[in-house]
């Protein structure tokens, strides 16, 4: 079958569009204009049809609507809110358990680290696999495993089989701690992310801070088996919900699944363009492999990932010390009981939603920033609400130490949560964005790296809290973490002023920009400019006279950049297929009562093969204002063509119209 003669095609059409139902429960729909779409390549295992994103492609994560990404990114943050609930909510029915089964305290605070120190090890198998498999998979069935070990936990008859089931669903339950992150880092570029990321960020936080609550009042009033059962059904609903209304967003899988897709339809052969740019001469088990080794790798080989998950894992594990430390606190040094010992956290909450609340303005210095250096912003931009947290969390931390006294009043101790809380969530926030920013194509792995240390400190702070309260008393042993993070406090700073050079001495975190960046081309829906927010419509793109991606009626004002700052800004076409390119018009609108003028000179960059390069022999026309200005050059195929060029100091350029010829084209 001759995929360009459509006349040949017999089977019954595609939709042309794919509803959300269809996107949910199979992962390589198609539409007409996919199937008929002229693909590079053959269609033979030699030279296979290349399968990449189509402009305004329906299945593009990246592309989605606001509506559907927010619900998609309030589901999975839920569903990580509910795994860290579960940790937690035990704490607050350790008493009921210790009673019920005939266990000493240490036995019984088990429950609480063998669940956090499944989440230790469940990422080291759900991150690399999602990063194969994609997303979708390991959240369904992660979740319906938790789903069932925690129903397990609330008919156990001893504490062996609690333990155990307990360690067992927070293994199978730490899947959304890492994954959430990759599928947000999926659906939104680098300048949306951050408030996306705000409601990931909260989750791993929040439900542990509300957890003892619940199960503080469930737990007193109707035993630990119901803690349990709670938590068993609130894991069911989140997966119910996730099997309904979380699709796969992982674009190298989705890509892949389409190619096999169009194979099966057409019998020629199609292959994902990222995959054949990207593959190795491994085998696919070697690879698998080498991708459970990944997180451990990453980990003490990158210098980023080791020391930022070094002091999550420091404020992680004196959140978790808190568990064991509050009860001694409020609940032995006080009397009260199990449920308003619970509300004690609630500064800590109080804090964390204040947190939540000061990465909205935050965002939006955030999107300055992307816009001041040409819409990519460096990674290291994430990092200062991590330095302004470096200093809440220790003043947070001392301050509860030497306030929690009986003989002071308890408002001031549980005030002292409010600098920790929202310095935990700034931290966390600051710190994931940072990873994913510097680690995109890695992030599930980098997460759960990052997740393996925080959780083994999670796991292992309680353990050893009551000994250390009992042997140093409650000041110095709560001043323990406040220390650790002091000692930690540099390492914001020290990325924010030299991150830029470490990156780039670290092999994973430079592979994966140049991934990231192929990535970005092929989510362009007809152009790339290195401006956010332009109004790239109103350019008037042309090859050989016809309107190459804009009908005419589209031409308006123009492109406008940001006032020159001596940063090169440029505006890309990307062609459907390699096309040959000899000559360019281009148009620069001035006016100084608005600040515009022609730039002082300009250049024209191709791409072949993936790599850019200024045309050979060019003979650019000075640039003209209100006029028309011309380039000529060796004619040369290219997959994508871009005008370059820095606007003069405090001023800005309008580009009006940018068109490109596959041949000279004399003046008129």
Known sequence: ?????????????????????RQVIDQGAITQDVLHHNYPGSGTET?????????????????????????ITVVVSTATLAVALASSAYSGSTKQVMEGLDVGTEVATLGLSLFVIGFALGPLFWAPLSEFIGRQYPFIVSFGAMTVFLAGCAG???????????????????????????VISDMFRAEQRGLALCLFAAAPFMGPVIGPVIGGFLGMNAGWKWVEGFLAALSGVLWLMMACFVPETYAPVLLRQRAKRLSQKTGMVYRSKLDVENEGSVSLKRMFATSLLRPWVLLFREPIVFMLSIY???????????????????QRGRGWNQGVGGLAFMGIAVGMIVGTIYTIPDNRRYTRTVKRHGGFAPPESRLPPVMLSAV?????????????????????????????????????????????????????SVLAANAVLRSLFGGIFPLFTAYMYEGLGIH??????AFLTVACMPFPFIFYRYGEAIRKRCPYSAQSEVYVRKLQVAAQQSENVSV????????HAAIDGRVWFF?????????????????????QISFESSTKTASAEIAFFANSTQGFDAPEKYSIQVNVSGEWAEVSNANYSSPVANGITRATWDGVDADKIRLVFAPQEEKKVRLVEFKVFGEVVAEN
């Not at 459509?6 to 139902?21: L, N, V």
């Not at 308890?410 to 935990?424: D, K, N, R, T, Y």
């Open 1 to 21: 079958m001759d995929p360009e003669n459509q006349s040949e095609w017999t089977k019954p059409a595609c939709e042309r569009h794919i509803p959300f139902w």
């Open 47 to 71: 030279e296979p049809f290349l399968v990449s994103w189509l402009p305004d492609d329906p299945r593009n994560p990246m592309l989605f609507t606001t509506f559907k990404k927010v619900g």
């Open 156 to 182: 156990a008859q001893n504490i062996q089989t609690l333990l155990v089931l307990r360690f067992l669903a927070g293994t199978a339950g730490s899947s959304p701690l890492t994954n959430a992150g990759g």
């Open 312 to 330: 999550i894992a420091i404020i992680y594990g004196a959140l978790f010390m808190m568990f064991a430390a509050f009860p001694i606190v409020y």
């Open 392 to 444: 809440c969390i220790p003043v947070g931390l001392f301050w509860f130490a030497w306030t929690n006294s009986p003989s002071v009043h308890w408002m001031a101790s549980i005030a002292a949560g409010v600098p920790f809380g929202c310095g935990i969530v700034l931290l966390y926030l600051g710190i994931m964005g940072y990873l994913i920013d510097s680690y995109t194509i890695f992030a599930a």
């Open 476 to 481: 110095w042993a709560s001043s323990i973490p």
């Open 532 to 539: 956010a927010d332009a109004d790239t419509d109103a350019v």
């Open 551 to 571: 009908p005419e009626s589209d031409v308006a004002n123009g492109w406008d950049t940001p006032a020159g700052n001596g940063s090169e800004l440029w505006y």
